[in-house]
């Protein structure tokens, strides 16, 4: 689907998955993503395991996306690759159809040396630029309350802006539920020349004990009124979930009103709950 046709239906969507690790669980999300098509996403995205652990299994996972007539992208991520690994890779995916990547650093596994040829994404995304040329369209990561392992908000905006200027198209935020903050970033980012169209990553609220444990590893603030809504819900499920939409499409239309160019869903290889938010937003097909 064309950014023109998406705009027709209010704004564009892209979806995330994770590669399954079971015949089972990838019978699935199969069944999943037939179901989320019907928002006619602009791509799908998959994600890739910490040093490159999984990538197999992601690409095996962006091949079946692209059988069933859908744009794929995949996560691409550098720590510990070298030049070569890289190249293959690419050549790789190039041949299976993708003209979409999602370039990162990426996490190192336990007990894993820092070795390899890259340091940063951005490093990444140089490199994929100077073999491949124009070949793909390169997504970044965007971080609106900062990275957590960044220095300072300021460090963080910088290396933001240098992913840009290497060759990144856009970004992709980290989930948040401050919709100034991602006004913010977008604006300082913009001040520093970094004007690539930034697409805030939304994560549905399903389970609170999830959504809190995901939160403090990957340094995405809950809002303490929400921390507390969540609390008081105990193990109420229905009441968790019910919250949950509210407060995800609330932000989602703050979003929207406020211009943000499309939704990245982080799906959680679930649908019910992306359905939702985009059938409340007027966006399901």
């Known amino acids: 689907m064309t950014a023109a046709t998406a705009s027709a239906t209010g704004l564009p969507v892209s979806l995330e998955f994770f590669p399954p690790k079971t015949p089972e669980g990838a019978s699935k999300l199969q069944a999943v993503r037939q179901q989320l098509y019907a928002l006619r996403p602009e791509f799908c995205s998959v994600t890739y395991g910490a040093g490159g652990s999984t990538h197999e299994g992601t690409f095996a996972t962006v091949r079946d996306i692209l059988a069933e007539g859908m744009d794929a992208a995949s ?4 720590i510990g690759a070298t030049r070569d690994t890289v190249r293959e890779q690419l050549a790789t995916l190039k041949a299976m159809g993708v003209r979409r990547l999602v370039a990162l650093r990426g996490d190192l596994p336990s007990g894993y040396g820092l070795g390899g040829e890259f340091n940063y994404a951005s490093d990444l995304v140089a490199f994929i630029r100077a073999e491949t040329g124009q ?8 971080y609106p309350e900062v990275h957590p392992q960044a220095k300072s908000p300021e460090a963080d905006l910088q290396a933001f802006a240098t992913k840009v200027r290497a060759g990144a198209d856009s970004a992709i935020t980290q989930y948040f539920y401050n919709a100034d903050a991602y006004f913010r970033f977008v604006e300082d980012a913009r001040k520093l020349g970094a004007d690539v169209p930034v697409v805030p990553g939304i994560m549905p609220i399903a389970s609170s004990t999830q959504l809190l444990r995901f939160s403090d590893a990957c340094g995405a603030e809950i809002p303490r009124w929400i921390r507390l809504r969540l609390q008081a819900y105990g193990d109420d499920t229905a009441s968790i979930k019910a919250f949950g939409l509210d407060v995800v499409t609330q932000l989602c239309e703050q979003l929207r009103q406020g211009g ?8 959680m290889n679930q649908n019910t709950a992306t359905l939702e938010i985009c059938k409340r937003l007027g966006l399901a097909g």
């Open 135 to 142: 070949d793909f369209q390169i997504e970044v990561a965007a």
């Open 260 to 267: 943000a160019p499309a939704l990245h869903f982080y799906t």
């Open 75 to 78: 996560h691409f991520s550098c």
